[in-house]
C-alpha cells in the first residue's frame, strides 16, 4: 500500500495536511443512534501494516457516499474530522474516530489489498463452534451458501417485532451450519444472495455469535459485516472447490439432510462439561427470576403428569403452532410463509432433579423425542394415555441436560427449557478434550405422508416469540439446482 502517506496512528486530533491510504475493512449498516433520531454509519478502515480505525458518516452524507468507500477497497483519504473516542466507547472502537462528510476528500486507488485484508480474520471451524455456545466471544466463519430460507417475522422477549431470514453454509468437510440474518442484513446481504443464488455464494462473515438455537447455529450481531463472493485467494480456492464437487453439493440440496438430521452432526460435538464442580446445582436455580441464562445439568428426568400432549401440529418453517391438518399447505400468520406445511412436533413437560432437588421444564423437538424413545409423527397417532411399554417416561441413570432459562410474561419465575440431553456414558472416550457426543435415536427422522388428517391447537405451546404483525406476502422461490 506505499510509504509515502501517513500511517493511521500519525493522524489524531490538530493534525493538519495529512493524507492516509486505507482499505476498508468492514462497512456496517446505516442504524438509528439511540439517544438522538441521528442515523449514522460505521465503519473500519485498515492501513497497510494493519492498524484499524473506526469511520463514520452521519444523516444526508450516508446517501451522499453511497457508492463511495466500498467494502474491500483502498482510498486516499484526507481532511476527515479527527476527534477521541468518548470515554465509554473506546474499548470498542479505539482511541480516535474520523468523521467523514461532504469536506472529507476520497480518492479511489486501483489496488488489491486483498491478501492484507483477509490475513486479520480468524475463521473458526464448524467443529469448534459448540466451545463458543452461548458466550460473548465473536467468531468470523467462512461456507459456501447452499440454502436460504423464506424470510419471517418474530417477536423478541423485549416485544421488539423484528425480521430474519436463515442460510445454510458448507464447509470443505460438507459440515453444514445454519446462519440466521437478522434485520438489515435481510433487506441487504439476503435479497443480494437471492437475487445471485444460483451462484453458489461464497460467504465471509466477521463478528458473529454462536446459539444453542435450533441445535447450534451461527448468528448476526449488530456489528456483523460481510464478503459475499469477495476478491480473494481463499473464496477462489472455495469456489473451485464448489465447482470440484457441485454433484455433491447439488446432492445435499436435492435431498436437503441438513434440515432434518437428528440432531445435527454439529450438535454431537458439544463441549460437555466433565468436571463435576461444573454442573450447576438444581437448588442454584430454583426460584430464578433473571433473564436468558444456560446450565449444564447431572441428573435424571421423568413425566409426572401423564395426561399431557406429548405433541402439537407446527409449522415446518418456524416451528410456532398451526391449527391446521397434518400435511397441509397454508400461510403461517407467524413467520408469514405463504406456503408453510403443517407438521407434528414433539413435546414433553418433565421433572428434572438431581441430588439438591428438582424443577419443571419442557423439552421441544429433538430433546423430546430423545427422552420419550419416540418420534413426532408415532406421538400424534397414539390416542391412549402412554404408558412405559410405549414410551420412556423415566431414566434409570443420570444423564446430562443443556438447560435454558428465560423469564414469562406472566410471572416473576424463569421457565426451563431443555434444549440437549447427553448420554454421559460416552464421555470418557473424550474425557481430556471436554467433549461429548450428544445422543440421539438412529436414523434422521422422515414423516410420512399421513394416511389420516390430524390437527391439535394447545394453547400454552410457547409461541408468545412469534409476531402477528401483517406484512407483504412475498416469499423467496429459489431453484436449488445449478441449471
Known amino acids: 500500500m506505499g510509504d509515502k502517506f501517513q500511517l493511521i496512528h500519525d493522524v489524531s486530533p490538530g493534525t493538519t495536511r495529512w493524507t492516509v491510504k486505507v482499505v476498508v475493512a468492514e462497512k456496517f449498516s446505516p442504524r438509528v443512534a439511540q439517544r438522538s ?16 480505525v473506526q469511520a463514520t458518516l452521519y444523516g444526508q452524507n450516508i446517501t451522499a457516499f453511497q457508492d463511495e468507500l466500498l467494502l474491500g477497497k483502498t482510498y486516499l483519504i484526507s481532511n476527515a474530522l479527527v476527534k477521541e473516542t468518548n470515554a465509554e466507547y473506546k474499548a470498542k472502537s479505539g482511541e480516535i474516530q474520523w468523521t467523514i462528510s461532504g469536506r ?9 489489498n486483498s491478501n492484507l485484508l483477509i490475513s486479520t480474520y480468524s475463521f473458526t471451524d464448524f467443529e469448534d463452534l459448540p466451545k463458543y455456545m452461548d458466550s460473548n466471544v465473536d467468531i468470523s466463519a467462512i461456507g459456501m451458501i447452499i440454502d436460504i430460507k423464506p424470510r419471517r417475522i418474530i417477536q423478541t422477549r423485549f416485544g421488539k417485532e423484528c425480521q430474519v ?32 443464488f444460483r451462484k453458489k455464494l461464497v460467504l465471509i462473515g466477521k463478528h458473529l455469535k454462536v446459539t444453542s438455537f435450533n441445535g447450534l447455529s451461527i448468528s448476526t450481531k449488530a456489528d456483523s459485516s460481510f464478503f459475499i463472493d469477495g476478491e480473494f485467494e481463499l473464496v477462489e480456492e472455495f469456489k473451485s472447490w464448489g465447482h470440484t464437487n457441485s454433484e455433491i453439493i447439488d446432492n445435499m440440496i436435492s435431498e436437503k439432510h441438513y434440515l432434518t438430521s437428528t440432531p445435527s452432526k ?27 441464562q444456560f446450565f449444564w445439568i447431572k441428573g435424571k428426568a421423568s413425566v409426572k403428569v401423564l395426561n399431557q400432549t406429548y405433541w402439537y401440529m407446527s409449522c415446518n418453517n418456524c416451528n410456532k403452532i398451526s391449527s391446521e391438518n397434518y400435511g397441509d399447505i397454508y400461510p403461517c400468520v407467524f413467520c408469514k410463509c405463504t406456503d408453510a406445511k403443517a407438521i407434528p412436533r414433539a413435546k414433553v413437560y418433565m421433572q428434572l432433579t438431581d441430588p439438591t432437588g428438582y424443577i419443571n421444564a419442557t423439552a421441544i423437538g429433538n430433546p ?16 391412549l394415555i402412554p ?11 443420570d444423564e446430562i441436560f443443556y438447560v435454558k432459562a428465560i423469564t414469562q410474561e406472566l410471572s416473576p419465575d424463569c421457565k426451563f427449557e431443555i434444549l440437549f440431553i447427553v448420554n454421559p456414558s460416552q ?16 436414523e434422521p427422522i422422515k414423516f410420512l405422508e399421513p394416511t389420516t388428517k ?30
Not at 453444514?176 to 441487504?188: K, P, Q, S, Y
Open 37 to 52: 433520531p441521528t442515523k449514522y454509519q460505521n465503519l473500519t478502515l485498515m492501513d497497510s501494516e494493519g492498524s484499524t
Open 104 to 112: 472529507t476528500r476520497i480518492r479511489r486507488v486501483e489496488e488489491n
Open 165 to 196: 431470514q436463515d442460510l445454510v453454509l458448507v464447509n470443505k468437510r460438507f459440515d453444514t451450519v445454519l446462519l440466521t440474518m437478522w434485520e438489515a442484513f435481510v433487506d441487504n446481504e439476503c435479497k443480494y444472495i437471492c437475487q445471485n
Open 266 to 292: 454439529l450438535s454431537s460435538k458439544l463441549s460437555v462439561p466433565t468436571d463435576e464442580k461444573d454442573f450447576t446445582e438444581i437448588k442454584n436455580i430454583q426460584g430464578l427470576k433473571t433473564v436468558k
Open 368 to 383: 423430546a423425542e430423545y427422552f420419550l424413545q419416540s418420534n413426532a409423527e408415532i406421538l400424534m397417532n397414539q390416542t
Open 387 to 397: 404408558t412405559a411399554a410405549s414410551m420412556r417416561l423415566s431414566m434409570d441413570e
Open 427 to 442: 464421555i470418557a472416550g473424550d474425557k481430556n478434550k471436554g467433549k461429548a457426543p450428544v445422543e440421539h435415536i438412529g
Open 454 to 483: 390430524r390437527s391439535l391447537f394447545h394453547s400454552d405451546t410457547d409461541d408468545a416469540q412469534s409476531s402477528k404483525k401483517k406484512c407483504d406476502k412475498s416469499t423467496i422461490e429459489i431453484t436449488k439446482k445449478n441449471q
